[in-house]
């Protein structure tokens, strides 16, 4: 089955079954993912008596923004986004601190073993996380760092590491190297090719590596529910495991209020950012 479909001016594209499918499979895939989000947004609007006079995919009566104001102050929400943050962006800090210097290094200096170290950094991505969870804990346990945010710091900034570094790689290998050894040949030293030659040019990359990371760390819930017991220390993820116990089984409503709030970073960065992180994970996939 084909037919014939206007595409641009003086332009008429073939309309294939395939072409056909792919869009229904994009459509259905938007459906997954939108309509969950809508019907969670709905429901932290409803009120406690619709919950359970009405089937629950019912449209709320009204704005019960009651629900709002339950999760943020009953729920703790405040603290447990700090917490978050405590723990987030630190570790986002030091891995691309670490990640520039180590793909600048392996990438962009020649020296015997680069190739090796680059495989044990890879290495690291083949480790499953469950693996570390019993050492990391007892370490924790006789530093005194359990319930602290510096445990969830050091935690994300070495899982992230390997990531960060097999990435940063990539992004220094797409550099134009001809610009590098111009600056080389007219005298500059290897910090100003690093701070002035290569860094104005990974900003892309950079903003792409801490979305990233940003999105894991910020909806952990291994790592924050083993390293955090005590409750005014938990992250957002695992903060959200007390609202059941909190609210009880009839008070869904401030549930799903704090569900939505906690969404709101993560959907906010993405969509200020997007074109930026895409842009830049079309940098990293392509040589220069």
Same mark, same amino acid.
């Given at each position: ?11 008429? &594209? ?41 089937? #629950? ?21 405040? &603290? ?13 800090? %030091? ?18 073993? !680069? ?44 899982? $992230? ?5 097999? #990435? #940063? ?7 134009? !190297? ?5 600056? %080389? ?6 910090? &100003?090719?690093? +701070?002035?030659?290569?860094?104005? #040019? ?11 990371? +940003? *999105? *894991? ?5 291994? *790592? ?18 007390? *609202? ?8 869904? $409503?401030?549930? +799903? ?5 906690? %969404? ?15 842009? $830049? ?8």
């Amino acid at each position: 089955m084909t037919a014939l479909t206007a595409a641009g001016p003086g332009v008429r &594209r073939p309309v294939t079954v395939g072409r056909v499918l792919g869009v229904i499979g994009i459509v259905l895939l938007i459906l997954i993912e939108v309509v969950p989000l809508i019907w969670l947004f709905l429901s932290s609007l409803k009120a406690p008596v619709e919950f359970s006079s009405k089937p #629950m995919w019912a449209l709320p009566d009204g704005l019960f923004l009651q629900n709002y104001v339950e999760a943020w102050t009953r729920g703790n929400m405040a &603290r447990y986004i700090l917490n978050s943050a405590l723990a987030t962006f630190p570790a986002i800090v %030091i891995l691309i601190v670490t990640g520039l210097a180590a793909g600048f290094a392996l990438e962009v200096l020649k020296w015997r073993g !680069r190739g090796g170290v680059l495989l044990l950094f890879l290495a690291g991505l083949m480790v499953p996380l469950q693996m570390i969870l019993l050492p990391l804990f007892a370490i924790y346990v006789k530093v005194g760092l359990l319930n602290s945010p510096l445990a969830l710091v050091l935690t994300y900034a070495a899982t $992230g590491l390997p990531l960060t570094v097999f #990435m #940063m790689a990539g992004y220094y290998r797409s550099l134009p !190297r001809e610009i590098i050894e111009s600056a %080389i040949i007219d005298g500059a030293s290897i910090y &100003r090719v690093f +701070f002035s030659i290569s860094l104005p #040019m990974l900003r892309n990359a950079i903003l792409t590596i801490a979305v990233v990371q +940003f *999105f *894991f760390f910020w909806n952990d819930l291994l *790592f924050a529910l083993t390293f955090t017991t005590d409750n005014d220390s938990r992250t957002i993820q695992a903060g959200l495991l007390n *609202f059941v116990g909190t609210f009880g089984q009839t008070e869904w $409503g401030p549930t +799903f209020a704090s569900i939505c709030i906690s %969404i709101v970073p993560t959907l906010a960065i993405y969509l200020l950012l997007n074109q930026r992180v895409m842009s $830049g994970l079309a940098d990293g996939a392509v040589k220069g």
